[in-house]
């Protein structure tokens, strides 16, 4: 049985930071690809950022300079380093982990900037 279990949301400081942890079970860890999204209140789903061993990781235009996603695979966990924070980051963060036709979403986990 896959999972994937994201932790490390909660309420943070415009400005501040958050690390974010995907732990994923029941996969090849090392050769999917993986990723960060988010889901605000009425909007869609949108891709955060990415990385494929071997590959350089992408990043939305968004969050290009703050953000940095990195994984481990030798602990099966995706990481998202999320810097000088914006209100505008608030939404519900997922962790994908994707190999063609599989694909794989977590249960995500709240992230609100507020003062």
């Known amino acids: 049985q896959v999972q994937l279990v994201e932790s490390g949301g909660g309420l943070v400081q415009p400005g501040g930071s958050l690390r974010l942890s995907c732990a994923a079970s029941g996969i090849i860890f090392k050769i999917y690809a993986l990723g960060w999204y988010r889901q605000a209140p009425g909007k869609q789903r949108e891709l955060v950022a990415s990385?494929?061993?071997?590959?350089?990781?992408t990043y939305a235009d968004s969050v290009k300079g703050r953000f940095t996603i990195s994984r481990d695979n030798a602990n099966n966990t995706v990481y998202l380093r999320m810097n000088s924070l914006k209100p505008e980051d608030t939404a519900v963060y997922y962790c994908n982990a994707q190999l063609f036709p599989r694909n794989y979403w977590g249960q995500g986990t709240q992230v609100t900037v507020s003062s």
């Open positions: 990385i494929t061993t071997g590959v350089r990781p």
